[in-house]
């Protein structure tokens, strides 16, 4: 057997994602045909050979084999993939663009949950749903509202807070509730991670209404600029 060097192809525009296989396992595509970087092909090769052959060598991104032919090619790098059947191929790392390869489990996908805590003396229910983007929505209700809520229409199922927990911080609206002048949000945030036992903390300047109700000031000093919530 022979190797014989062939020109580098042309890499296409998509290329290889951040996913790096794991172990020596490569990401299998049946059916498939790869553009890249060839740096050799190998005639009268069994599939298993082919393998082999790339596993072996640190600098191979992926092999393409034909099966009738029994011709391998080895990549350096990889560009695109295309449907062509009786091709196989493998890469160590998955192809962007391309459908996902045969033996690569797909991610579990993250499932809403809710948890309880308490915030001033009332019991909320903190609910958590993933987005498509990797990012959470948060929202906090009230269960059980202290009796000094109620008095401004406070009422079981409320929102206090929604938002969005991102790269370890939930920022967001809260809502200040008045039986005079209705409900008005401002900003809040704080570093908040759903598997930790600890406090959570959210802060941002609160507004102070005045007599007609509208903003005089915001104050960042008050119990509703530092809302504190205790895991139950």
């Not at 990012?135 to 509202?145: A, L, N």
């Not at 000094?148 to 229409?153: A, E, N």
């Not at 927990?165 to 609206?173: E, N, P, T």
Request: glycine residues 10%; aromatic residues 8%; hydrophobic residues 35%.
């Amino acid at each position: 057997m022979i190797w014989a060097a062939v020109c580098a192809l042309a890499v296409l525009p998509h290329a290889i994602t951040g996913y790096a296989n794991p172990s020596d396992e490569f990401l299998e595509y049946p059916d498939t045909a790869l553009s890249g970087k060839e740096t050799a092909k190998l005639d009268n090769t069994e599939q298993e050979r082919c393998r082999q052959l790339c596993s072996e060598r640190s600098g191979c991104a992926g092999f393409e084999h034909d099966g009738a032919a029994k011709v391998c090619r080895v990549f350096s790098e990889i560009g695109t993939a295309r449907e062509f059947r009786g091709l196989f191929s493998a890469t160590r790392s998955e192809v962007a663009g391309f459908r996902p390869p045969s033996n690569l489990q797909p991610a579990p996908v993250a499932q809403p949950s809710i948890s309880r805590w308490v915030h001033n003396g009332s019991v909320m229910s903190l609910h958590q749903k993933p987005k498509a983007d990797g990012t959470v929505g948060i929202e906090i209700v009230y269960d059980f509202p202290k009796d000094q809520l109620l008095k401004v229409g406070v009422r079981s199922g409320y929102t206090l807070f929604r938002g969005t927990l991102s790269d370890g911080i939930l920022a967001g609206k809260s809502r200040l509730a008045s039986s005079r002048c209705g409900i008005i949000e401002y900003d809040v945030q704080g570093p908040f991670d759903p598997q930790s036992s600890v406090p959570l903390y959210l802060r941002g300047a609160a507004p102070k209404r005045g007599e007609d109700c509208s903003v005089e000031s915001w104050n960042s000093t008050g119990d509703n600029a530092n809302l504190r919530f205790d895991p139950q």
